[in-house]
């Protein structure tokens, strides 16, 4: 068996040492964001002014909108799911065996992705029927 040397275990690291400072950076970042928005509410309560549940609810959570996400993830994962299994038809004509764990895993993508998208609908539907949410 013949060696990489030293340049692949070097390679490696610095592959797994730059993932490990973006997840680091962030994770960084996210928390920096919701301390600035803790602040700010901390800010209106001690200046006095009138807090509404609107207000204090779009700094908290960030103005996300969990419907609108799920859709997103839900389309991704309907998209990636042909691609899968094209993937696994090009494959097969290298390996067999290729196909059917593909035609699965495209299988299992186009179920998640259905799922994200009746979750954002149910999602959406219990945001108008609380009047919580802009959901739509």
């Not at 060696?3 to 994770?27: K, P, R, S």
């Not at 960030?62 to 990636?80: E, Q, T, V, Y």
């Not at 004509?93 to 993508?109: E, I």
């Amino acid at each position: 068996m013949e060696t990489l040397g030293i340049g692949a275990g070097l390679g490696a690291i610095a592959f797994w040492g730059f993932l490990a400072a973006v997840v680091g950076i962030g994770v960084w970042h996210d928390i920096r964001k919701r301390e600035a928005r803790h602040e700010t509410l901390r800010r209106l309560v001690e200046s006095g002014r009138p807090v509404d549940h609107l207000l204090t609810g779009g700094l908290l959570d960030g103005g996300r909108r969990l419907d609108r996400n799920l859709k997103a993830a839900g389309l991704i994962l309907l998209f990636a799911a042909p691609g899968l299994a094209l993937l696994g038809w090009f494959l097969a004509r290298l390996a067999a065996w290729a196909l059917p764990p593909l035609l699965g895993a495209a299988a299992l993508a186009a179920c998640i992705g259905v799922g994200c998208l009746v979750a954002a609908a149910a999602v959406a539907r219990s945001d108008r029927e609380d009047g919580t949410g802009a959901a739509g």
